[in-house]
């Protein structure tokens, strides 16, 4: 990783020249691998935090219009307006009418003074007609935290819903503490919320401490769900130590969460976990590692933990390497991107498990091992062509298959992978083959039809154009692609109806959206879903 940090630095000095100068809403700091909420860009570049409305529990803030169109927009704010991203969505086992979707929240106002105040609090999204009408509840009610980040969604076999997110309380304008991980957890389908801490950052992104990330959970059995997070171990000047993963379990409904215990083992450069739940109730974690100093590329890894405790059961085991080092993605605002775009992206997926063979297991990421590499720095000038990666295994995760591309023209990216009830493994992710200039891009969910073989169907039925146009996030770098959107979140989720299929949750930018007497297009949180 410090190397890592060293030429990715070097690079973007000598790949962004005078075309991509430093933006004040920046993140400064070159730790690729940290990628909450709040190192994002603010979604207008002059917005302040501020202290978000105290909000009822239960008490919905709004709904929308019951619709049966194919592509729902679940957010149903009116006097408010901002982006939504990072979609997380999960369906209720034991009423499937019941899905919750959680999503980064931006709510902006505009002050009598100009001034613009900006509150990102995670709301939950839940339909209770299977995706038709959505009311909004609030998570956090009467919180102490300014901003929440990196939603993450699951429901146990008995239909308690866990709702995992970082909590980010504010030192400055746009200094935070480092974030604390929660979780909240609901026993009526969403409605109503109980917040618990599982871990406690410290220090801050200047300074010695623990920056901790992109938490998921994943629930089981009567009361049961395990959470796994990235700590990151800073020094002097905030300057890059070691990169943890950590798990709690909780055995009583969410009330209470085990100590977090260390499960990446000896490796210190590890990153985005995902835990899944098997069959016969063994779990399995995913996450990436900085392995190759020298190219940059990370490996995929997994590793058994308990599933009473949330302790390692074995040493992490590599499923593949990823191409996703230093040279082979272009580069805008020292993050990794695609062609044309300036938005930051990277490999990061997910695990997956059979529910009808306990053995089977999927990994899914995105990379570039079928594009040109090494990329030109420059996206402007760069053709890229990334595509969605799966490895499977069939005995628990001892061993792992040759890396399989689900190869499609242009770029797919950010996915995520389930297996629905009838045990085919289903990926969905953005996918850019639905325009031949690689810039506009829809959802697609690909299901296996043979070993490595899948079928595709698009779930949108309008493409998003993340190139130009946008309201949020707008940066101007390039005079053909005016305001380019440097944020579409990090994820979008897919998950599986108990009743058959998956529906789709990610973030789109069809409609438009109007802030300051100024119309472009905004982000969305849409819903669908496919047989």
């Not at 770029?411 to 992710?429: M, Y």
């Not at 779930?459 to 154009?465: A, E, G, N, P």
Request: proline fraction near 5%; charged fraction near 15%.
């Amino acid at each position: 990783m410090r190397t890592r940090l060293l030429l990715l630095a070097a690079a973007v000095a000598v790949a962004v020249g005078q075309a991509f100068p430093a933006a004040a809403d920046d993140n400064p700091r070159p730790v690729d691998n940290s990628r909450n909420v709040f190192n994002a860009p603010a979604p207008v570049a002059t917005a302040q935090f501020q202290t978000g409305p105290s909000i009822k529990q239960g008490t919905a803030f709004c709904s929308t219009s019951t619709s049966s169109a194919a592509n729902v927009n679940t957010d149903c704010a009116q006097s408010t307006v901002g982006p939504h991203n990072e979609t997380s969505i999960a369906v209720n086992p034991t009423n499937p009418s019941n899905i919750i979707g959680g999503a980064n929240d931006y709510h902006l106002t505009l002050n009598p003074g100009g001034h613009v105040g900006e509150t990102i609090l995670s709301q939950a999204h839940v339909s209770t007609d299977g995706g038709k009408t959505w009311s909004n509840y609030p998570v956090f009610s009467n919180s102490s935290y300014q901003a929440t980040g990196d939603p993450a969604l699951s429901f146990d076999a008995n239909g308690t819903a866990y709702y995992a997110t970082l909590g980010f309380r504010f030192i400055g304008v746009r200094t935070a503490q480092n974030p604390d991980v929660l979780v909240s957890h609901s026993n009526d389908g969403g409605k109503t919320w109980s917040v618990v801490r599982i871990a406690q950052g410290s220090g801050n992104e200047g300074s010695v401490g623990d920056l901790l990330d992109k938490e998921y959970v994943a629930g089981w059995g009567n009361g049961n769900a395990i959470l796994t997070y990235g700590d990151f171990r800073l020094g002097q000047k905030g300057s890059f130590v070691s990169s943890a993963i950590k798990a709690s379990v909780t055995h009583d409904g969410g009330n209470t969460w085990s100590t977090p215990v260390v499960i990446s083992g000896s490796l210190d450069e590890a990153f985005v976990s995902t835990p899944v739940v098997g069959a016969d109730g063994r779990i399995v974690v995913s996450f990436l590692n900085t392995t190759d100093l020298n190219t940059g590329r990370d490996d995929y890894e997994v590793v058994e933990v308990s599933p009473a405790t949330g302790a390692a059961l074995s040493a992490p085991v590599k499923v593949a390497t990823v191409i996703d080092g230093f040279t082979d993605y272009p580069i805008a605002f020292g993050r990794q991107t695609y062609q044309d775009s300036v938005f930051r992206t990277w490999a990061a997926g997910n695990i997956a498990a059979d529910p009808t063979n306990a053995a089977h297991l999927a990994v899914e990421w995105s990379d570039m091992r079928n594009s040109v590499t090494p990329a030109p720095s420059d996206p402007y000038t760069a053709k890229t062509n990334s595509d969605m990666i799966v490895s499977e295994s069939f005995d628990h995760g001892a061993t792992w298959s040759a890396p399989t591309a689900i190869a499609l023209a242009g770029d797919q990216f950010q996915g995520w992978g389930v297996f629905d009830p009838a045990g085919k493994l289903r990926v969905g992710f953005f996918d850019r083959s639905y325009d031949s200039a690689n810039h506009k891009y829809g959802y697609t969910v690909a299901t296996e039809t043979s070993p490595g073989v899948f079928s595709t169907a698009q779930v949108t039925t309008q493409l998003s154009d993340p190139t130009t146009g946008d309201r949020w996030f707008a940066r101007n770098v390039n005079p053909a692609f005016p305001f380019a959107t440097a944020f579409l979140g990090d994820y979008s989720n897919i998950a599986a109806d108990p009743s058959g299929g998956v529906v789709a949750y990610w973030t789109d930018m069809r409609e438009d959206s109007t802030f300051a007497g100024v119309t472009r297009k905004g982000e969305d949180a849409f819903f669908g879903r496919t047989a």
